[in-house]
């Protein structure tokens, strides 16, 4: 029974006519009739500032206290931004009504008692936006919601003490299933098992916290030691947090993650709205201290609860922005360190990879904290993190036979007679007290336990004979027994998932409308399924979910199909604001439907989703997009798909470190195919070939060339946005080249129509194309000698650089700092420069990173002499980048300045040898500046070597790169240049001293 009413009405309306009173009042009480109707209430009176109404009669209604106080939050929220000016107060009580559902209609009469009695004075205790329940109510939504007592009141007209409480919100749908079965069997056993758990919860509030794994078979029983021990928890004032793996985990990457960030790290309860859940997270994070821009927004488009205007991203690339999110959670968990909370994660073999890394980060980060993990799972299921020192298993063995003839005890009742069949369900059921209750349940179905039933001999030999031989076997006979609609509603579920969106259901089952309520009634009472506290929609979930994986695996695959083909039609609407979420389960559901087009086009959107959060992963659905359509007849939308994941893969594999023979396959495939499906792709997909070329050691001129292709293939003038894209590469491409003019022009055209980049290339790109190009710009000025425009332009990079948080872009900047300190032979700025790129790197941790951190060490370090430090780590520099084989297009760099330091410190044979590797390298590579910095090196340190007597060649080289110096526009070497060719005109043939400045690394 739900009362609502306007708080202060009479006040608001005091001054008003009795027809002005009701104009300002009727929009109010429509909006309470409509938040009881959305929820199955009926509403049984309007009362000029209020509504009474009746959830669970007439019309019997599973779960119907959940529903009024669902419908009671719905009011609340109604209310909050619906511009009236009114607030409102709800009150709820449970108990037997006598209704009248043909006088249910608003003009009176309908139900009568002291329920209702009761139900009207609560409301009135309610705060105004409040709801009150009484401890009868309260009763039945325990498990679902949480609330405050107001303690025990004596109401007019009731006798005794009624103890009341405020709800305050609706738990998340994940709450344990076991909570709400309400007669649950005693809790048998175990006693070992949960002394390990609870004396693993007095090391964690000691600090020490634990993890503790529970493996056992189906039905062992792990649920339900869990649930036990969380009740222990929670009658102890331990807070307790539960997800959940689905089913369907690898189908939906990152559901259990996402569900573990929204309920643990940020408590965003399922009633928030995005603005809400916005301010929540942003609340958390500034207890760590003033939380950066980007990581909001990076937390904000994760949980999908960004702003509806924000921009994308400032490209943090894929792999650094799980690399982030995974950091933030160890922060969170690290900063709780010292309140004991419980984390239970159930149901680990159908746990997806992606949030297995949130599992993992959040095992080892609870080390040293107070939070205690527990998780359970399958044997089937391979436990990644058995190396967690603060991690311990315990397998769940059988109960003993006394102990299951207990529960089938508990369950059948003490009658004599039935000794016998206890004993024969004890023995069959081997242990597992799910399979115990099942035949329980299934003998009862069978009219075995019925009072007067033949069990006789002979008949006990036929019950025995028929008892199933296992658990899967005896929920596959309860389920051949059932009629219909009961079992057709129930293969549907089972096709649905564990859990049923009854939206879904009443999709695929619209034959099925008019006895679809009794059919779900009927289930429920079998309790096959369950009604689910849920928001935004009623659903249901299997009891357990073996029922689910019998009723799915006994239906014929070809019946099968077409079902899966009606629940990805029905998802598909369902789900239409979160359709990139659940794409992926969408994807599956056609896969089974035997649709592979339409199962790839929904894979490539998961792909594209989690592509923004992890590449590996986003490659997986690329490959499986290919997967689906191998073997599929050629059809536009089949190619089109085939040629964006032969070129997703292609893109993201680079960033995943891999080399360009593992995705040249791809790019051939794709670019075979691009040229019938979108000129526009070839663009993208040369562009990708010729930057994976380069980046895995081959030749500069072979990128530019690509480009240049690329180029071609496009009218000038038009797509000027693509031409800016194309450009911003072919400006780094001319660079690697050394070709700086080129270069220059290059960045001139995409720095001017960077603006009409569209979407799609930005995502192409995977990061901030503005500071990409800007960062080039710098560099590229610097080399030209310009080196008052290269100042400003990295200046405006700096600026530009605060606001985004990839660390690539970030140390652009410094790093082109560095490069401008050599030309000024600063070594303060460089050392200044240098140190935030190691800091960035450091931070960040990856190798790429650390490739540019140790080069501007080393930089920095030769500009102000020490050679020692700089060769050694010029040399750590090289040995990452060759073992593993990040940034081999900083090779020839690293080792041309190597060689510069192996002179700056006069082991001239060592700078001969590196200098003529460098220049074999770099012609190989096309890396035209090291190659003349190499030339000018090995020149120099043979005549200090051997003084003039290698004037003829050192001459020839000191010729090659003077032709170098011309060719690349790179003026700043030309002092370097003449200083050493200068030695040449000199008398004497004396080795010189050191009288140079090394040359730039990166
Ligand atoms: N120690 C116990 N005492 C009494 N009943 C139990 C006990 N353990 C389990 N049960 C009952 O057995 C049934 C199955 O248990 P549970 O759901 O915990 O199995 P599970 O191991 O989690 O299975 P699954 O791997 O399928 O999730 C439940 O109804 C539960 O109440
Ligand atoms: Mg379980």
């Given at each position: 029974m739900l009362f609502a009413d306007i708080v202060g009405s009479t006040e608001q309306i005091a001054e008003l006519d009795a027809e002005q009173a009701m104009d300002r009042l009727g929009p109010a009480l429509a909006l309470m009739c409509e938040s009881i109707e959305i929820f199955s209430g009926t509403v049984v009176r309007t009362m000029g500032d209020g509504v009474m109404a009746l959830f669970g009669a007439p019309k019997a209604l599973e779960g119907h206290a959940l529903l009024a106080c669902e419908a009671a939050f719905h009011m609340q929220r109604a209310f909050q931004g619906d511009g009236l000016g009114f607030r409102i107060r709800v009150g709820m009580h449970s108990g037997q009504v006598a209704s009248d559902p043909q006088q249910a209609d608003g003009r009176g009469g309908g139900a009568h008692g002291l329920t209702i009695h009761l139900a009207s004075r609560v409301v009135g205790l309610a705060e105004p936006g409040g709801i009150c329940v009484t401890e009868s109510c309260y009763a039945l939504l325990r498990s679902s919601c949480d609330v405050r007592f107001l303690g025990k009141h004596l109401l007019k007209g009731i006798s005794g003490h009624t103890g009341i409480y405020a709800l305050m919100e609706l738990k998340a749908a994940t709450t344990n299933r076991l909570t709400q079965q309400g007669s649950l069997t005693p809790f048998l056993g175990r006693a070992d098992e949960m002394e390990v758990l609870k004396q693993a919860l007095r090391l964690t509030e000691r600090g020490q916290a634990r993890a503790v794994g529970i493996s056992g078979e189906p039905g062992a029983g792990k649920s339900r030691l869990c649930h036990e021990f969380i009740q222990w928890c929670s009658s102890h004032s331990i807070p307790v947090f539960e997800v959940r793996a689905q089913p369907y985990g690898h189908a939906m990457p990152l559901q259990p993650g996402l569900s573990l960030l929204r309920t643990f790290f940020f408590r965003i309860p399922p009633t928030d709205d995005a603005a809400a859940a916005r301010a929540r997270i942003a609340a958390r994070l500034t207890e760590l201290g003033t939380p950066a821009d980007a990581d909001l927004a990076l937390l904000y488009d994760f949980l999908g609860v960004?702003?509806?205007d924000s921009v994308l991203l400032p490209g943090l690339n894929p792999k650094l922005r799980h690399a982030r999110l995974l950091s933030l959670v160890r922060e969170l968990v690290k900063h709780d360190a010292a309140t004991t909370c419980v984390i239970l994660i159930e149901?680990?073999?159908?746990?997806d990879e992606a949030s297995e890394e949130f599992v993992a980060t959040l095992v080892e980060a609870a080390a040293g904290t107070q939070t205690m993990v527990v998780l359970n799972f399958r044997p089937s299921y391979r436990l990644p993190w058995a190396q967690f020192d603060n991690f311990q298993k315990v397998e769940l063995d059988q109960l003993s036979s006394s102990e299951i003839e207990h529960l089938v005890r508990s369950l059948i009742g003490p009658r004599q007679e039935l000794h016998e069949i206890c004993r024969l369900v004890v023995q069959r059921s081997g242990g597992n007290p799910f399979f115990a209750e099942e035949l329980v349940r299934s003998l009862a179905d069978g009219g075995f336990l019925a009072e007067g039933a033949d069990l006789r001999a002979e008949a006990l030999e036929a019950i025995e004979r028929s008892l199933p031989p296992t658990v899967q076997a005896v929920i596959g006979a309860r389920l051949d027994r059932l009629g219909e609609p009961e079992k057709t509603l129930l293969q549907m579920c089972a096709i649905i998932g564990k859990e049923i969106p009854l939206a879904v259901l009443e999709h695929m089952a619209s034959p099925l409308a008019s006895v679809i309520e009794k059919g779900l009634d009927g289930l429920c009472h079998a309790e096959l399924i369950l009604p689910q506290p849920a928001v935004g929609g009623r659903r249901f979930a299997f009891r357990h979910p073996l029922i689910q994986e019998v009723a799915y695996s006994t239906q014929l695959k070809v019946r099968r199909g077409p079902l899966h083909c009606a629940v990805a039609l029905a998802m598909e609407v369902y789900y239409r604001d979160q359709l990139d979420e659940y794409a992926a389960l969408i994807a599956y559901h056609y896969e089974s439907a035997g649709q592979p087009v339409d199962a790839a086009h929904h894979s490539s959107r998961a792909a594209q989703w989690v592509g923004s959060t992890n590449a590996a992963l986003a490659i997986k659905h690329w490959h499986k997009v290919r997967a689906l359509l191998h073997g599929q007849a050629r059809s536009s939308r089949a190619d089109s798909l085939r040629v964006r994941a032969g070129g997703q893969i292609a893109v993201l594999g680079w960033r995943e470190g891999l080399v360009l023979q593992e995705v040249q396959p791809f790019i051939d495939e794709a670019m075979a195919l691009a040229g019938e499906v979108d000129n526009r792709l070839i663009q993208l997909l040369l562009m990708v070939e010729g930057r994976m070329l380069q980046a895995s050691g081959g030749p500069a001129d072979g990128y530019v060339e690509r480009l240049l292709k690329a180029l071609a293939l496009m009218p000038v003038g038009a797509d000027l946005g693509r031409a800016a894209t194309l450009n911003a590469a072919l400006s780094q491409a001319y660079a690697w080249a050394g070709l700086l003019p080129q270069a220059l022009a290059a960045n001139d055209i995409a720095l001017r129509d960077m603006e009409k980049i569209d979407r799609l290339d930005r995502e192409f790109i995977g990061f901030s194309i503005e500071h990409w190009v800007m960062g080039m710009r710098g560099r590229l000025l610097t080399r030209l000698g310009r080196l008052e425009e290269a100042e400003q332009c990295l200046k405006e990079l700096l600026v530009l650089g605060q606001s985004s948080n990839d660390p690539v872009i970030l140390q652009f900047a410094h790093f082109g700092h560095v490069d401008l300190a050599w030309c000024r032979k600063d070594p303060a700025l460089a050392l200044a420069h240098s140190t935030r790129v190691a800091e960035i790197a450091e931070k960040h941790e990856g190798p790429y990173l650390r490739v540019f951190a140790l080069s501007c060490l080393a930089l920095a370090a030769s500009i102000g002499g020490d050679f020692e430090t700089a060769q050694r780590t010029f040399s750590q520099a090289l040995i990452l980048v060759r073992n593993a084989k990040v940034a081999m297009e900083f090779e020839t760099e690293i080792l041309a300045s190597l060689a510069e330091c192996h002179r700056g410190l006069g082991r001239f044979e060592q700078a001969l040898d590196v200098a003529r590797e460098a220049i074999t390298l770099s012609r190989q590579r096309c890396t035209r500046l090291p190659e003349c910095r190499a030339l000018i090196t090995c020149a120099a340190a043979m005549l200090d070597t051997h003084g003039l007597a290698s004037a003829v060649e050192a001459r020839a080289l000191f010729a090659e790169a003077e032709g170098l110096v011309r060719m690349t526009g790179?003026?700043?070497y030309e002092e370097l240049l003449a200083r050493e060719q200068f030695r040449l005109t000199e008398p004497a043939g004396e080795p010189q001293g050191v009288n140079f400045i090394v040359g730039q690394a990166a």
């Open positions: 960004a702003e509806a149901d680990l073999h159908w746990l790179a003026s700043i």
